[in-house]
């Protein structure tokens, strides 16, 4: 592999971010018809497209190079969505404003029109939350201010950046 080349196998990247407990890079990308994922990046790995992916062409039909979910040799998705929410911006939650989101993985969704919170034990997706469905609007990025809120940002003509806590009663 080329020095100048930091990985390869992405299909359509979204969201990236520091990861600031680790230091690794986090990136999540649009799968086809299904297979969206995030997949924690290293340099000089394969993350498998079009070889290895969970989703199929948007005719339904395979993707005519895959030969698989995972194929040896390429790194497996870290997580990943069978049926695919659109992903976008993604940011990792740090602040002490709000307690219960510490370590956890914010993602927007484009498609399912929500903001996807991911909880961690270690680097190991525990579990997973849909936020903010009643909105009705694509969530195009999401990030954490100063203030320890999160702020979502839709992508419609008349876009609107949401600020969002928790009701800490």
Request: no cysteine; proline share 7%.
């Amino acid at each position: 592999m080329r020095p100048e080349i930091w990985s390869y196998g992405q299909r359509n990247p979204q969201g990236l971010a520091l990861n600031p407990w680790s230091g690794t890079i986090w990136e999540n990308e649009h799968g086809p018809r299904g297979g969206d994922e995030v997949n924690i990046i290293e340099r000089g790995k394969n993350y498998g497209w079009p070889l290895a992916t969970h989703g199929i062409n948007y005719s339904q039909a395979p993707i005519p190079e895959a030969q698989g979910k995972t194929v040896e040799g390429t790194v497996a998705p870290h997580h990943v969505w069978e049926k695919s929410p659109g992903i976008s911006g993604m940011a990792f939650y740090d602040a002490d404003r709000f307690k219960p989101w510490q370590h956890n993985v914010f993602i927007g969704a484009l498609a399912s029109q929500e903001l996807i919170r991911l909880q961690f034990d270690g680097d190991k997706v525990v579990h997973e939350e849909r936020l903010l469905g009643g909105l009705k609007a694509r969530i195009r990025d999401v990030r954490q201010g100063p203030d320890g809120f999160l702020y979502v940002l839709t992508d419609e003509d008349n876009g609107v950046l949401y600020r969002i806590g928790l009701n800490q009663d």
